[in-house]
């Protein structure tokens, strides 16, 4: 059994990854990556290459951070496989207790997302996982609560990145995708 190469890998789950046209609004060529949970094979294999970045670049993980509402999808299953705790950042007013804000901005108007302030202990590291990075905003702003709780963020994974939106300028850290458009 000849091992199946990254690239191969990748292409199957970029082959998982449905173009939807003028959503949500005209003009966006939405990038739907529900067929890939909908497929165990490659779900599990979408984790797993996740998985070995992060064992590539030899950093130990305290706490996987997903974002609301798909890296809630990616990242429990990613947590599990590092054996580490699983933290949600979410839309703001959804958190109970005390939590740290951030606001960033859209095309029209802002976001603002939030974390619990003791669901992260200062000094632990932190990968923060989501479905997408688009113009980089909510995946810096991620970085920022990280950054706020004084956690280490030792780096951005996503499943997709629309590479010509350039997102990654907007983010200090490392970023690592999977299928890039
Ligand atoms: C999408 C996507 C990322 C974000 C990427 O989420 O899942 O979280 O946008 O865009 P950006 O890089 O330009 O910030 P969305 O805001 O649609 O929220 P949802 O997952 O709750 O539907």
């Keep these: 059994n000849v ?3 990254k690239g191969a890998r990748v292409d199957r789950i970029r082959s998982f990854i449905r173009t939807c046209p003028d ?3 005209p003009g966006i060529p939405f990038k739907d990556i529900m067929p ?3 497929n165990p094979d490659v779900f599990f294999d979408t984790i797993a290459l996740l998985e070995e970045h992060v064992k590539e670049t030899g950093a130990k993980v305290d706490v996987v951070a997903g974002l609301e509402a798909r890296g809630f999808l990616f990242g429990p299953p990613l947590a599990l496989r ?3 705790a699983f933290v949600p950042i979410r839309k703001a ?3 109970p207790g005390e939590t740290v804000k951030c606001s960033y ?3 029209y108007g802002q976001d603002t997302i ?3 302030r003791t669901a992260v202990h200062p ?3 932190v990968v923060i996982v989501d479905d997408l990075i688009a113009t980089g905003g909510t995946m810096a702003g991620a970085c920022t609560l990280l950054e706020t709780v004084q956690a280490n963020v030792v780096g951005c994974l996503a499943v997709v990145e629309l590479d010509y939106l350039k997102g990654r300028e907007n983010i200090k850290h490392d970023v690592h995708s999977l299928v890039h458009f």
């Design 3 to 5: 091992p199946e190469s």
């Design 23 to 25: 959503f949500p609004k």
């Design 36 to 38: 890939i949970v909908q």
């Design 82 to 84: 590092l054996k580490c």
């Design 93 to 95: 007013g959804k958190l």
């Design 105 to 107: 901005a859209l095309e």
């Design 114 to 116: 939030e974390i619990q």
């Design 123 to 125: 000094n632990q590291n």
